[in-house]
């Protein structure tokens, strides 16, 4: 009698071993430094938060106002008169300074007892604040008086708010088109420092826009 064969034993396929997951701290490193890249780009190419140190754009912008600036904004159009603008000092090409576009390109501005002209017409500027009861000689100082200045291409004209009391272009020079770093365009916060514990936040400054 023939024997039956013995029946070959088939070996069963491994399983795929279970997916190891990641160690708590592994996630939340990994979310920490997608968090920080993003943070990153946003501030590098997107919007930027700047304060306020000086009195210049009084009464626009006050010491300890926050503001947000656009950086992308001059990507896709020109500046325009009257913009809140941040840029690199022309002086020494690292300090950031926020002031307001006066002059445009091809502009021939001048400055007479305070009153800014454009092409010979007086510029109205409802933002502005002046001593009109001082006036210095343009012989003396170019506060008050100066040019006329025709403002070559690529080249802007920028002045604080307060007018007797901001270091602008009317010391300092034009600003290149490719200083620019943005538009401010909205106060998120604001610090009254100096004033008592009840009034050290301005509320009423809260996300008013810039004009």
């Keep these: ?4 064969p013995q029946p070959r034993s088939v070996s069963q396929p491994q399983q795929d071993p279970q997916p190891r997951r990641k160690s708590v701290f592994r996630e939340y490193a990994e979310a920490l430094i997608v968090a920080i890249l ?7 190419f997107v919007v930027q938060a700047f304060n306020i140190p000086s009195g210049s754009m ?7 106002d926050h503001v947000l600036v656009a950086k992308f ?4 159009t020109e500046p325009k008169r009257g913009d809140i603008m941040v840029f690199v000092s022309p002086q020494d090409g690292k300090t ?5 576009v006066v002059g445009l390109s091809g502009d021939r501005i001048s400055m007479t007892r305070k009153r800014v ?7 109205a500027e409802p933002y502005s604040q002046a001593d ?3 006036i210095e000689p343009g012989l003396l100082s170019r506060r008050d008086n100066f040019g006329p200045l025709t403002i070559p291409p690529g080249k802007y004209f920028m002045m604080g708010d307060n007018r007797d009391n901001s270091y602008d272009s009317r010391y300092w020079g034009l600003v290149d088109r ?3 770093v943005g538009k401010a365009f909205i106060i998120y916060w604001s610090w009254n420092w100096g004033a008592d514990w009840l009034r050290l936040v301005r509320w009423e400054r809260f996300a008013n826009l810039l004009r």
């Design 1 to 4: 009698m023939k024997k039956s």
């Design 38 to 44: 993003l943070a990153l780009l946003i501030r590098t």
């Design 58 to 64: 009084i009464p626009t912008l006050l010491v300890g």
């Design 73 to 76: 904004y001059y990507w896709f």
């Design 96 to 100: 950031d300074l926020i002031k307001r």
């Design 117 to 123: 002209f454009i092409n010979g017409a007086p510029l």
């Design 132 to 134: 009109l009861g001082s």
């Design 178 to 180: 490719k200083a620019i």
